[in-house]
């Protein structure tokens, strides 16, 4: 059986979790790699809504084992709440359907108040979650921060951890409490946090994960060898990442495909298909270059019609037509073996459509993406659309416009689109 990478092209919320509870519904195990509680997956299955921020998407699938690989960071207090939510839900969260990698970095009370000072420090705010997701990877890179594992070291060894964790911190948060005290920042002060307090946290919720925590390796090895299906599931997308993204208006990790593959623990060449999940459209929550927003009633229009307002914040979504020059840009960069393009219903509501074939940048166009990005002025073209597809189950029942739509991304990217979303629940799947 294949394994099969499923990742953003764009700015996150294209719509990941739907693409991947779909493809879950033949996996045998699905990895969530990358990111931390600052992402936010949407899934609608039999007609019910389910929200997730660190769990797998494929959660509501009890036969298949869900995993937290090595890549993701995870605050214990979230994953907990999670979890119980779930199961109130009627979702089966167990052990012999939900793991959690033993390397996995733990997200710490002190890395949200780290998350808020360093944006109270920053001319230009980058707009985060402010659940310290960047801070537990700047941790992580540090070399300093615990893992699942170090919950079950002994207490005085687990202390002095903590201890060297929080040394960095007890010193930015005595500077900027100066600072603010001075009046320089009109800022709540930041607490004190103590080692007693953070071994309290760990203790607080080993408790209730402890049964989940194991080597992922080890389960991964087992299935490549028995063949089984494995779906790793990516978080965030390419142009938040921190390498070829929208620097410095990036995540803090490595969303595009290899970064991915990374995060599960699974070699580049075990990979058969990496499928990019996109919207007909585009949407960015947070600060940075946005070439094809729209700040109008088209935008207003796309925001309302597509439920544009995030999963982890609740904030509204910035909004644009579909720039296929960055999609492009990912082909190689991604490996990509095929498409899937979500909201198709929600921009067939206009009569005319625009689409971004390439930039005015320098008094030239061009068709790549230059890394002062903010500087590009998008080149449309024009199409009709009007279309409905309420009803259609396949391709050809799509009307022609939509079609047209379809094919004319294909044909720019040189990617084939294998899923077309037509609603929110996972029902409403074309395959092409």
Request: charged fraction near 25%; proline fraction near 3%; hydrophobic fraction near 35%.
């Amino acid at each position: 059986m294949p394994i099969k990478m499923i990742v953003g092209l764009q700015y996150g919320d294209e719509g990941k979790g739907r693409a991947v509870h779909y493809e879950a519904k033949d996996a045998d195990i699905v990895i969530r790699a990358t990111g931390g509680s600052n992402a936010g997956h949407t899934v609608v299955a039999n007609g019910k809504k389910y929200a997730m921020h660190l769990l797998p998407s494929a959660i509501i699938r009890p036969e298949v084992l869900s995993m937290i690989g090595p890549g993701v960071v995870a605050d214990l207090k979230i994953l907990v709440d999670e979890i119980e939510q779930m199961r109130k839900a009627g979702v089966k969260v167990e052990k012999d359907n939900f793991v959690i990698s033993e390397r996995t970095h733990i997200t710490f009370p002190h890395h949200r108040q780290l998350d808020r000072l360093y944006e109270m420090l920053k001319s230009e705010k980058v707009g985060t979650t402010g659940r310290g997701v960047g801070t537990t990877y700047e941790e992580k890179a540090r070399r300093t921060n615990l893992r699942m594992h170090d919950l079950f070291i002994g207490t005085s060894e687990l202390k002095e951890k903590i201890k060297e964790n929080l040394k960095v911190y007890n010193v930015l948060v005595s500077e900027a409490n100066k600072l603010i005290e001075d009046g320089i920042y009109n800022e709540e002060k930041f607490p004190a946090i103590t080692v007693d307090e953070e071994y309290n946290y760990c203790m607080e919720y080993k408790e209730k994960l402890q049964e989940f925590i194991t080597d992922t390796h080890v389960i991964i090895d087992n299935a490549i060898e028995d063949n089984k299906l494995i779906i790793i599931e990516g978080a965030q997308s390419f142009w938040l990442d921190n390498d070829h993204g929208d620097y410095p208006m990036t995540t803090s990790s490595n969303p595009n495909a290899s970064g991915t593959a990374s995060g599960a623990g699974i070699g580049p060449t075990l990979i058969d298909e990496v499928i990019g999940v996109i919207k007909a459209y585009t949407s960015r929550v947070g600060n940075g270059p946005f070439i094809t927003e729209q700040k109008n009633e088209i935008g207003d229009s796309i925001r309302e019609w597509g439920h544009e307002y995030g999963t982890t914040t609740g904030r509204p979504r910035r909004t644009g037509w579909l720039d296929l020059v960055m999609i492009k840009h990912t082909k190689n960069t991604s490996g990509l073996t095929a498409l899937c393009v979500n909201h198709l219903d929600t921009i067939g509501k206009f009569d005319s459509i625009n689409v971004c074939i390439g930039y005015k940048y320098k008094g030239k166009i061009i068709k790549h993406v230059p890394i002062d990005k903010e500087n590009c002025e998008p080149v449309y073209e024009t199409l009709k659309a009007g279309w409905n597809t309420e009803g259609a189950t396949t391709f050809e029942e799509l009307p022609k416009e939509a079609q047209e739509y379809i094919n004319f991304i294909e044909k720019y990217t040189g990617v084939f689109v294998k899923y077309i979303g037509v609603g929110a629940d996972e029902k409403r799947t074309i395959i092409k």
